[in-house]
């Protein structure tokens, strides 16, 4: 039986957090994991606030996508990247809903660290 070429298909929902990835850039040590999740949202929430009024779009969203690579924190990506493509285009229209986006993925992710933190199960 072949696919129907017609049929589209749902893309794959990514987890917001990549455990593996973050366990692996803490080096699987719980209080350093505890320690680079502050970081990570401190750092988040500051750039996050910048991004608002940024008149360089594109680099710090470039600067937290990758950070959220690094630690993991897979549902930041998508808007930020967008963000990012569009402020090197010039063209930010639409910004304002991929921050809310990624103000939103900051928050689910933020609610799975912490219950992950707290010693409870999470995805992945």
């Known amino acids: ?21 973050l366990r692996a850039a803490s080096g699987d040590d719980p209080g350093f994991l505890k320690d680079l999740a502050n970081l990570y949202f401190e750092q988040a929430r500051e750039i996050m606030t910048a991004l608002g009024a940024a008149v360089e779009v594109d680099y710090l969203a470039h600067k937290l996508a990758g950070a ?20 090197r285009k010039g063209d930010l229209s639409g910004a304002g809903g991929l921050m809310s986006r990624a103000a939103a993925s900051l928050e689910i992710v933020r609610a799975e660290m912490e219950e992950y933190l707290r010693g409870g199960k999470a995805a992945g």
């Open 1 to 21: 039986m072949t696919p129907n070429e017609n049929q589209t298909q749902a893309p794959a929902v990514e987890p917001a957090v990549d455990f593996e990835q």
């Open 68 to 87: 959220s690579l690094s630690c993991g924190m897979s549902a930041m990506v998508a808007p930020l990247r967008e963000l990012e493509t569009r402020g």
